[in-house]
């Protein structure tokens, strides 16, 4: 099985990649053009680094990402303070799945709740798991079509690993969620 990644790509995700490589484009600019080239000094590299911060602080808050791996399905978690943070590292294997569902909540993936509005709620992969509880992916910021194919793709790996599981059309289980 070959490994395959899932990114967020919402608009808003996408305008944040755009502002981030330009951040990082005039980070580098600063500290290397005008700096060696045209002899600045400590003023540039201060300004390089300082336009570098925007583009760490999009890709820590837009790090939403699904990794279907060999023998299992993962995500690293979102590299935000803990506060904030609704996706925490997950790993799990395909032939320990014995349930999925989509549910909603104001809680993070440790059902913990986030700071903030306590009535906003996010979608999530709800995985029933052999000897545990249930394990929470988040999913709420990928497109329609993309949590379409993360669940078909989810399917197709439980087959090739021998997990006969019903999960059911994902239009359908989307459609009820949202």
Not at 8 to 18: D, G, P, W
Not at 120 to 129: D, H, I, K, T
Request: glycine share 6%; net charge positive; aromatic share 12%.
């Amino acid at each position: 099985m070959k490994v395959k990644i899932f990114f967020q790509l919402h608009i808003v995700s996408i305008i944040c990649y755009v502002l981030a490589v330009i951040s990082i484009f005039s980070g580098f600019y600063l500290i290397i053009y005008c700096n060696i080239i045209c002899n600045g000094g400590i003023v540039y590299i201060i300004g390089g680094v300082l336009a570098l911060i925007p583009a760490l602080i999009i890709f820590c808050s837009h790090s939403n990402i699904v990794l279907f791996g060999k023998n299992h399905i993962t995500t690293p978690g979102q590299f935000l303070p803990k506060r904030l943070r609704t996706q925490y590292k997950l790993k799990i294997a395909y032939n320990e799945i014995i349930s999925v569902n989509i549910v909603m909540t104001s809680k993070n993936s440790k059902r913990r709740q986030v700071s903030g509005d306590p009535h906003m709620a996010w979608m999530f992969l709800e995985f029933g798991v052999k000897n545990k509880n249930y394990e929470l992916l988040t999913i709420n910021w990928f497109t329609k079509k993309q949590k379409i194919k993360i669940i078909n793709e989810l399917k197709k790996r439980l087959v090739e690993s021998g997990n006969y599981i019903n999960i059911g059309n994902p239009n359908e289980l989307l459609s009820v969620k949202q």
